[in-house]
Nanobody, 111 residues
């Protein structure tokens, strides 16, 4: 059974930074794509970043240049460095691995 635990969220001022982590367990994920999504109140879940198992990464324009996804396959952990945070980045952030989701970690950006 795949289990995912996100951490690293919090309250930060606009322009600040946070680093999220997603600890995965249940199997090896070195051959698996791992992704971040987010959901703001009243909005649909939004794709934020993907870390491909071949080393590729992909971001939507809304976060490109500000967010960086990385992974450590030795510890089965997915990371996301978020810089220059904006008010519109406020959301519950989830990682997605093989269709499994964690409970998310809340990111709040104050003006």
């Amino acid at each position: 059974q795949v289990q995912l635990v996100e951490s690293g969220g919090g309250l930060v001022q606009a322009g600040g930074s946070l680093r999220l982590a997603c600890a995965a367990s249940g199997r090896s994920f070195s051959d698996t794509n791992m992704a971040w999504y987010r959901q703001a109140p009243g909005k649909a879940r939004e794709f934020v970043a993907i870390s491909g198992y071949l080393g590729t990464t992909l971001y939507p324009n809304s976060v490109k240049g500000r967010f960086t996804v990385s992974r450590d396959d030795n510890t089965n952990t997915l990371y996301q460095q978020m810089n220059n945070l904006k008010h519109e980045d406020k959301a519950l952030y989830y990682c997605d691995v093989l269709g499994f989701w964690g409970q998310g970690t809340q990111v709040t950006v104050s003006s």
